[in-house]
């Protein structure tokens, strides 16, 4: 095995936490931490990893609302898109802000932040060993609201369209929620069905974003 991954689906809003990491060092990073720090710990501590980064896709509280509990039990570093700081609304510990083609090393893996603006100004995927994690940038069927605060549709579709079209079409899908029939996909799936992906022109998404 190269590559450490658990998907754990935990609190209210059926947010998706990773623990991503490197096996032969042990060494783990916590993907978006809201809900349930104990879960994660205990998970990282059966499998015999130390959990050494903490990445944040976006600061809405659902995604980092347990943020302080990790860094109570663990001196990981902290990665989140420059342009997203302002909005963390939990203590600023360990920061380490990123910018878009960032490699954050964990253990024998290097993992990319990839900025996809659009849910909010500062959301990041996280591209890993043939795998995105996408935070609420791109859901199995649907992409992540734009009209939330900081939230731009246009920005979305360049996201969609042009940030993330270099990745092969084997990439496999990781989101932020689990609000589809499945948990995971592909990109070349979503390429092929995902309603958000499928438009020709900005002009057209936003007619679909906004209904009409
Ligand atoms: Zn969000």
Not at 35 to 41: E, Q, V
Not at 122 to 133: A, K
Not at 138 to 154: H, V, Y
């Amino acid at each position: 095995m190269t590559f450490y991954l658990k998907q754990m689906e935990l609190g209210p809003m059926q947010n998706f936490v990773y623990l991503i990491g490197c096996p032969t060092k042990k060494e783990a990073a916590v993907v978006d931490p809201g809900w349930d720090a104990g879960k994660m710990l205990a998970e990282a501590e059966r499998d015999g990893m130390k959990i050494t980064s903490i990445l944040i896709s976006h600061a809405h509280f659902d995604h980092v609302n347990v943020l302080h509990e990790l860094l109570a039990e663990t001196d990981a570093k902290v990665y989140l898109q420059k342009e997203e700081v302002p909005f963390l609304k939990v203590p600023k510990m360990n920061l380490q802000p990123t910018l878009s083609g960032d490699k954050v090393r964990v253990g024998d893996i290097e993992i990319e932040c990839i900025h996809t603006p659009g849910h909010t100004p500062g959301s990041q995927c996280f591209h890993v060993d043939g795998r995105l994690i996408s935070g609420d940038t791109l859901f199995i069927n649907a992409c992540g609201r734009t009209d939330l605060p900081g939230g731009d549709s246009e920005q979305m579709y360049y996201s969609l369209t042009q940030r993330l079209a270099r990745l092969p079409d084997e990439t496999l899908l990781y989101p932020g929620h689990n609000y589809a029939d499945r948990p995971t996909s592909t990109l070349k799936e979503e390429r092929q069905s995902n309603p958000f992906l499928l438009h020709p022109s900005l002009e057209s998404f936003l007619m679909m974003i906004r209904g009409f």
